[in-house]
């Protein structure tokens, strides 16, 4: 519940307390609000959390102030401290929660983010407004994935916050990849990532998004974007240079019609099974597109984002591509 704040509110107190009682009688409230603020007596901040006719329910010694005995007739003050401001700040403009712990409206102007919703919303002090999407993310960076393979004249850099690879556009499939160590399963990685350029025809692989490797026998399957009109694709190479077919079971031999959304979200999950791979136009709601053997086609060691050098053939534009978010739990 919001802080509630009043002028010039003050009082005495009737009867002396010790340093440890939590109900207080005043000489008069009608200048307080119902509950929910702060007093001072002497030099004591407490909380008020209700008030009933002429008694406080109060905690005490807040703010790192110490509890003490007081005199009857001690002046009582309703006071602004730092500690309301920072409730308010924290609590009162803005929550953070589960969209099921969502607090009831009655705050105007306060703000809701939700950890596992669509949705922005704003207190119009009666209902939630809501506004968005919005997406919780958690950016990666280039030291996350501190091993190139394949790397040629490809480049990596860290853009405000979000990891942007890019890699010279080519004539044939060559995967431009950071890797990073292959995590002990069970585990799942949720991905975000944004295709700066597109082609429009040849090639049939995957023009970005997530891989898994095998450093040894130098297999890799990947899944994300299809070099062939944004379609998504899951494929296996026998090497970062050359497709050796879709993964088995993919929808559409490979291939299958991506939604209209700019935003990719990918979801990789490994429960000591099975691989299985989904995606998403809004984070939240996933379509699973295959579920295989976790050793299907590779034991992977390696797991990490890449780009298609021939993503923009035969136009001859870079393949670019930012990623926003890699969530592993």
């Known amino acids: 519940m919001a802080e509630l704040l009043k002028n010039l509110a003050q009082t005495t107190l009737v009867g002396a307390i010790d340093n440890a009682i939590t109900s207080l009688t005043v000489a008069g409230a ?64 803005c929550a953070y929660d589960t969209y099921a712990n969502r607090p009831a409206a009655g705050t105007p102007g306060r703000i809701f983010l939700p950890t596992d919703g669509a949705f922005l919303e704003r207190d119009n002090g009666a209902n939630w407004d809501k506004f968005g999407p919005i997406w919780p993310l958690t950016p990666p960076q280039i030291s996350d994935f501190p091993t190139w393979v394949n790397q040629s004249t490809s480049t990596v850099v860290d853009n405000k916050g979000a990891i942007y690879l890019e890699a010279i556009t080519g004539n044939s499939e060559s995967l431009r990849a950071r890797v990073k160590a292959y995590p002990s399963p069970p585990f799942t990685v949720e991905m975000a990532f944004l295709p700066v350029t597109c082609c429009q025809t040849y090639g049939s692989g995957v023009g970005a998004g997530l891989l898994i490797r095998d450093s040894v026998g130098l297999k890799v399957q990947a899944y994300g974007i299809s070099n062939n009109d944004f379609q998504i694709n899951g494929s296996n190479y026998s090497s970062v240079t050359a497709r050796s077919g879709a993964v088995a079971g993919w929808p559409g031999s490979g291939t299958n019609y991506q939604f209209a959304s700019n935003l990719i979200w990918l979801k990789y999950v490994d429960d000591n099974a099975n691989r299985v791979i989904s995606f998403s136009a809004d984070g939240y709601t996933w379509a699973q597109m295959v579920s295989l053997s976790r050793t299907d086609y590779l034991t992977p060691d390696q797991i990490g984002i890449f780009v298609n050098s021939l993503f923009g053939y035969p136009y001859y534009w870079n393949g670019g591509c930012t990623f926003l978010h890699w969530k592993q739990s």
């Open 30 to 93: 009608m200048g307080f609000a119902s509950g929910n603020f702060r007093i001072l007596i002497d030099s004591e901040i407490m909380v008020v959390t209700a008030v009933s006719g002429m008694t406080l329910t109060v905690t005490r010694h807040a703010e790192g102030t110490s509890a003490a005995a007081h005199a009857d007739a001690a002046p009582v003050y309703h006071v602004l401290t730092g500690g309301a401001l920072d409730a308010r700040e924290t609590g009162d403009l």
